[in-house]
């Protein structure tokens, strides 16, 4: 698996996500829902650094998919940035170790809390 795993339904951000990334020198893999997303962790022989997903998704949104990654013991630990433009402040569901970031998403503040998350320094600075 790659440093980051980015999970994002729209392919439009998807895919300005994915290369922001890899400007920044991460490898990165992206999926466009949470199976996809789990089959893909699924077939790998190692987890990535990180996930990146958006909370509303069709077919797996993020909720479930986080779930999910708590049920097994090989992905429970990996750090999980969420966002969403919906907010996650208004729904009583809770995200554990998940940290959200409300839509619109600044690259340098998602930069910044990957690498802390990850307990990295990138060799660009993202201010």
Not at 16 to 30: I, Q
Not at 85 to 108: F, M, N, Q, R
Not at 115 to 122: F, K, N, S, Y
């Amino acid at each position: 698996m790659k440093d980051v795993l980015i999970i994002e339904d729209n392919e439009l951000v998807r895919r300005s996500l994915e290369r922001a990334f890899e400007r920044e020198g991460y490898t990165v893999a992206t999926a466009g829902d949470g199976q996809a997303a789990l089959q893909d962790l699924s077939a790998s022989d190692a987890p990535p650094k990180i996930i990146i997903m958006d909370l509303m998704m069709p077919i797996m949104d993020g909720w479930k998919l986080r779930q999910r990654l708590l049920e097994q013991p090989r992905w429970a630990d990996i750090p999980v940035i969420a966002f969403s433009g919906a907010g996650y402040e208004d729904t009583d569901k809770t995200l554990p170790g998940v940290l959200c970031i409300l839509k619109p998403v600044s690259l340098p503040v998602l930069f910044r809390n990957v690498a802390r998350l990850i307990g990295e320094t990138r060799p660009k600075d993202s201010n």
